[in-house]
């Protein structure tokens, strides 16, 4: 995990309710859409992401162990506002970047130095295999 809880808890509480709603809008990042497993809530998450094939990539600053991630991975996918599209996604996959996943050069700077090397990789359901 790269980013410690303080800033985890702080981004939930304040930043993602000023900065989320134009998050979806912004190149490089969305707004992922999950219920709560437990709670069965609705929740909007801000993410930053880049396409790798017909799969969306998300960045996980926090570690794999949030419950955003445990919430997507439980139900297989959720929603994702990408610019004005609501896209459903589905196939949640939890990696590590090992070097080889092509991340966009100035990402893949900021994650390093951010020591960020965790990733979910979900894939559109129109492209899904059946």
Request: charged share 25%; net charge positive; no cysteine.
């Amino acid at each position: 995990m790269a980013l410690n809880r303080g800033w985890a808890n702080f981004n939930r509480a304040v930043g993602n309710r000023i900065a989320g709603p134009m998050m979806a809008r912004m190149p490089g990042f969305g707004v992922l859409h999950h219920r709560g497993r437990k709670s069965g809530r609705e929740y909007q998450t801000p993410v930053k992401l880049f396409r790798h094939g017909d799969d969306y990539v998300i960045t996980l600053p926090y570690g794999a162990g949030t419950d955003w991630v445990k919430n997507v991975v439980a139900a297989g996918g959720g929603d994702l506002a990408v610019g004005r599209r609501l896209v459903h996604v589905v196939k949640p996959t939890l990696f590590k970047d090992d070097g080889t996943v092509p991340i966009p050069k100035v990402l893949r700077m900021v994650l390093a130095r951010m020591k960020v090397t965790e990733f979910i990789s979900l894939t559109p359901e129109k492209y899904e295999s059946k």
